[in-house]
């Protein structure tokens, strides 16, 4: 039986310059197409799902490339709306060592933040799916997008299919405020959440004690208790938390936890030290992996360990998207994690 995923939010023209330079060092940056959701569509394509996505495209050359990227992909299009007049830009320079990467934004009045809310048949597009996954970005992008956020949840809900929401909290977007008033209120139809300590605190007025970021430290009974009131005030009974020890901007560790509400368990995945390539884009594989492994049957530790074995993975790869098999993935979670050359 084949799964299918249905996935919405804004697909974003990715400008970076080659290498580790730094913007305009040369004159030349390199264009690819990713965004949030967008990513998250790419690893389950790949993962062999029937991957549906939907958002907003202009009609002219630049819309027109960025759907015969997703196409590349595997991913469904059937029901990307074409309208608007830009496709969004970010900037993103790959830092290195003690050197942060830097990410501009270039995205206002977008094909998808002034799409009319009633452009996508919601019910259409959710016949058949398993699950409905959406993030934090989608509706901060303005009061139309958040609109179609709402009627894509309620229709995943009427559709029977299970939807997560990665919080995403972007302060360039919207503040504080602005995001728990409209994120908390959709968490009563929500299965799965997927976040960082900082997405907690900002979106949900969830604070992880004991945990701080710029240094690296972790307390898990900090991020038990977190996710306890998460299900507890809000509803949702899967909290996944992606755990990233920042050592550097070349190498950081990386791994999660996952609480089960029903069952009152809380899941602790493995650790990697990843040597980072491209850290963009590592909670959407996470989230992707976390999806995979639970829409295909593995039990909820097997799919957290699953879920940080692709994101680590895709931390070594340059883009935003994922470009792993299951296979490679089981691979690393079985502990083939020495690097050497497949022959």
């Given at each position: 039986m084949t799964h299918t995923v249905v996935t919405f939010g804004e697909l974003l023209l990715r400008l970076s310059p080659p290498g580790f330079e730094r913007f305009f060092q040369s004159p030349v940056l390199s264009a690819t197409f990713g965004g949030g959701e967008a990513n998250v569509a790419a690893s389950l394509a790949q993962f062999g799902l029937t991957s549906r996505y939907v958002t907003a495209l202009p009609k002219h050359a630049i819309g027109d490339a960025g759907l015969r990227a997703l196409r590349a992909?595997?991913?469904?299009t059937s029901h990307v709306v074409r309208s608007g007049d830009r496709v969004g830009i970010y900037f993103a320079e790959t830092g290195a060592s003690q050197r942060a990467s830097t990410v501009i934004y270039d995205r206002a009045h977008s094909a998808i933040s002034e799409m009319d809310p009633t452009a996508v048949a919601w019910d259409t597009?959710?016949?058949?799916?398993a699950w409905f996954h959406v993030t934090g970005i989608t509706p901060a992008l303005g009061a139309k997008a958040a609109e179609s956020t709402k009627a894509a949840v309620a229709a995943a809900k009427r559709a029977g299919a299970k939807v997560s929401v990665d919080l995403n909290f972007r302060k360039k977007l919207w503040s504080e405020a602005q995001a728990q008033?409209?994120?908390k209120p959709l968490m009563r139809d929500v299965d799965v959440v997927a976040a960082n300590e900082e997405d907690l605190q900002t979106?949900?007025?969830v604070t992880v004690e004991g945990a701080d970021v710029t240094k690296g430290t972790l307390d898990i009974a900090g991020y038990r208790a977190a996710a306890e009131r998460?299900?507890?005030?809000?509803?949702?009974?899967l909290v996944a938390v992606t755990l990233r020890?920042?050592?550097?901007a070349s190498d950081n560790g990386w791994s999660a936890v996952l609480w089960d509400g029903s069952a009152g368990v809380l899941h602790q995945s493995q650790r990697y030290v990843v040597r980072l390539v491209d850290r963009i884009g590592g909670g959407d594989s996470f989230a992707a992996g976390l999806i995979y492994g639970i829409v295909t049957g593995r039990p909820l530790d097997a799919s957290l360990r699953f879920a940080v074995a692709a994101s680590a993975l895709k931390q070594t790869i340059p883009g935003d998207m994922?470009?792993?098999?299951?296979?490679?993935?089981d691979a690393l979670v079985k502990g083939d994690a020495t690097g050497r050359v497949q022959r």
């Open positions: 992909e595997g991913i469904d597009v959710m016949a058949g799916a008033t409209t994120m979106v949900l007025g998460v299900t507890r005030e809000f509803g949702p009974k020890e920042s050592l550097s994922n470009r792993v098999t299951v296979a490679e993935v």
